[in-house]
């Protein structure tokens, strides 16, 4: 399996985020990368490829063109204001305030464009964020010419985006766009498949009135984790949309057991669902390891992720998300690939 990566996302370093009331230097760090990288290389996946640069179209498809816009501007609009640190946003629309008026300062437009504040930016954010875009549009180039699979290391993450917002450290919804990029191909249906610990609230945003993309997510139940208000099990659907998004919200502590039988469902659903391409948000932030999760997988079962998925016997391809027990991300991601590459 071809990985395709791109060294600029080291630019997106260094940056602080608030955590249980504490600011604290961000757990969604370069070393991640890095590490899922050397991991690639030691087990001999295949080809390590730099992405091709694409312009911002495919993202233009899922995506508000102003908040597009607004992205490689938050540096420069930062630093011309005068501040230091990490740009982060502390104010949002939410209910009772106005949402539909575009403010002017810096401030205001990062609150603006988010859902919380876990989206920071430093100096070389933007790159990292278009180098992330890059990476996924690449390897859809690649299933697209034909391969079984191809593995995009972004980073950083996208699942957590939404059309006109950032959040939870996520910036432009990679996975987001290389469906519709797929569904722009000529792919009658396209599946998402999200296994990253956190609900993919931004996925679900984007598709949720559609029947062309279907979004199945396996998460922490949002009664009691991040994002915390979306991701229920009610959620279904809406309009043209109706039955084609699944929510597999489970409680702390879910071990493989529960989450592999969550996953042999999914696998059912997409299955029916017969689509000509799979998208798989890739988190390994269910490892009983992981700092700022509470689930329960180990290592050994990562593998039997990538055989389920590869037992769908569809063109593939996989989008990195989540996963911060930096040590074991490269052993927990990669497993998922030669399990499917074994599978
Ligand atoms: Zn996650």
Redesign the pocket.
């Known amino acids: 399996m071809k990985t395709v990566f791109s060294p600029l996302h080291a630019g997106h370093g260094g940056q602080m985020e608030l955590v249980a009331g504490a600011i604290v230097p961000g757990f969604e760090k370069p070393s991640r990368a890095e590490i899922v990288r050397a991991r690639v290389e030691a087990e001999g996946l295949g080809p390590i490829l730099a992405p091709e640069t694409h312009d911002l179209a495919a993202a233009a498809r899922v995506h508000r063109q102003d908040y597009l816009d607004f992205l490689p501007t938050v540096w420069p609009l930062w630093e011309a204001s005068g501040k230091s640190g990490s740009a982060i946003p502390f104010t949002w629309p939410t209910r009772g305030l106005r949402g539909d008026v575009r403010p002017k300062t810096i401030d205001a437009l990062l609150g603006f464009y988010s859902f919380d504040g876990g989206a920071s930016f430093v100096e070389g954010t933007w790159e990292a964020i278009k180098s992330s875009y890059d990476v996924a549009m690449t390897a859809a180039d690649i299933v697209k010419a034909g391969e079984r699979a191809a593995f995009a290391l972004c980073r950083p ?1 996208g699942h957590h985006a939404g059309a006109a917002f950032m959040g ?1 450290y996520c910036y432009i919804n990679n996975a987001a766009v290389a469906a519709q990029w797929f569904r722009d191909q000529g792919a009658a249906r396209v599946s998402i498949l999200d296994v ?3 609900h993919g609230n931004g996925t679900q945003e984007i598709f949720y009135k559609r029947g062309d993309v279907q979004v199945l997510n396996l998460h922490g139940d949002p009664m009691t984790e991040y994002p915390f208000f979306l991701g229920h099990a009610d959620e279904c659907g809406a309009g043209e949309g109706e039955g084609f998004n699944h929510n597999y919200p489970m409680p702390f502590g879910t071990d493989w057991e529960s989450w592999g039988a969550a996953l042999d469902d999914a696998c059912a659903k997409l299955q029916a669902y017969r689509p000509e391409v799979v998208v798989v948000s890739l ?1 390994v ?1 269910t490892f009983e390891k992981d700092p700022i ?1 509470r689930f329960k997988l180990k290592s050994a079962d990562y593998p039997k992720i990538g055989r389920r998925i590869a037992a769908l016997g569809l063109p593939t391809l996989f989008v990195m ?3 911060y027990a930096v040590d074991e991300i490269g052993i927990n991601a990669v497993g998922v690939l030669t399990g499917f590459e074994g599978g």
């Open positions: 993450p939870g990253d610990y956190h988190g932030d999760s998300e989540g996963g």
